[in-house]
């Protein structure tokens, strides 16, 4: 689901801050242009792009890595949880949900100052404590973690959209 421009502007930045653990941006295909349009040429960037987005990044290994992802959907969401350095994949999340992601999955959000979403990270019951630690030190000075649901996170993004945000 494409992202707010404010979500995109702080992963961004997050993403290039040498002492932020972000090492990379993934975009939506819709995400792409609109997020690339707004920021001049950097120094290192690298954009690597295949049907199911693009990523940013300043690390060759991370670029070879998503250039090399598998193709099927499992595959890929395994390499781009491992390549964002999320704590579980798409597919562990839907397993422990025994099915429910939207009922029994939470979203945790280490967001900046502003509110925008830095890195976002889905997870499963018994799995809350752990993606909430992870997520914990990507919340830059002033920000703060939030936890939802899936419904709320789906729902945030559409109305920022929306907005224009």
């Given at each position: 689901?494409?992202e707010?421009?404010?979500?995109?502007?702080?992963?961004?930045?997050?993403?290039?801050?040498?002492?932020?653990?972000?090492?990379?941006?993934?975009?939506?295909?819709?995400?792409?242009?609109r997020?690339?349009?707004?920021?001049?040429?950097?120094?290192?960037?690298?954009?690597?792009?295949?049907?199911?987005g693009?990523?940013?990044?300043k690390?060759?290994?991370?670029?070879?890595?998503?250039?090399?992802?598998?193709?099927?959907?499992?595959?890929?969401?395994?390499?781009?949880?491992?390549?964002?350095?999320?704590?579980?994949?798409?597919q562990?999340v839907?397993?422990?949900c025994e099915?429910?992601?939207?009922?029994?999955?939470?979203?945790?959000?280490?967001?900046?100052a502003?509110?925008?979403?830095?890195?976002?990270?889905a997870?499963?019951?018994?799995?809350?404590?752990?993606?909430?630690?992870?997520?914990?030190?990507?919340?830059?000075?002033?920000?703060?973690?939030?936890?939802?649901?899936?419904?709320?996170?789906i729902?945030?993004r559409?109305?920022?959209r929306?907005a224009?945000n």
């Amino acid at each position: 689901m494409p992202e707010p421009e404010g979500d995109i502007r702080a992963q961004i930045r997050a993403m290039l801050d040498p002492d932020h653990p972000k090492r990379a941006v993934f975009l939506v295909p819709d995400d792409r242009e609109r997020a690339l349009m707004t920021r001049g040429p950097v120094v290192g960037l690298i954009i690597e792009s295949r049907p199911e987005g693009t990523l940013l990044t300043k690390s060759d290994q991370l670029a070879t890595a998503f250039l090399c992802a598998p193709a099927d959907e499992v595959g890929f969401d395994r390499a781009m949880a491992k390549i964002l350095g999320l704590p579980q994949a798409k597919q562990e999340v839907f397993l422990a949900c025994e099915g429910r992601p939207m009922a029994r999955a939470r979203i945790v959000q280490a967001c900046d100052a502003d509110g925008w979403v830095v890195t976002e990270a889905a997870a499963g019951p018994g799995q809350l404590a752990t993606t909430s630690e992870a997520l914990h030190e990507h919340v830059p000075p002033g920000g703060s973690l939030h936890v939802m649901t899936p419904i709320e996170a789906i729902g945030r993004r559409l109305l920022l959209r929306e907005a224009g945000n």
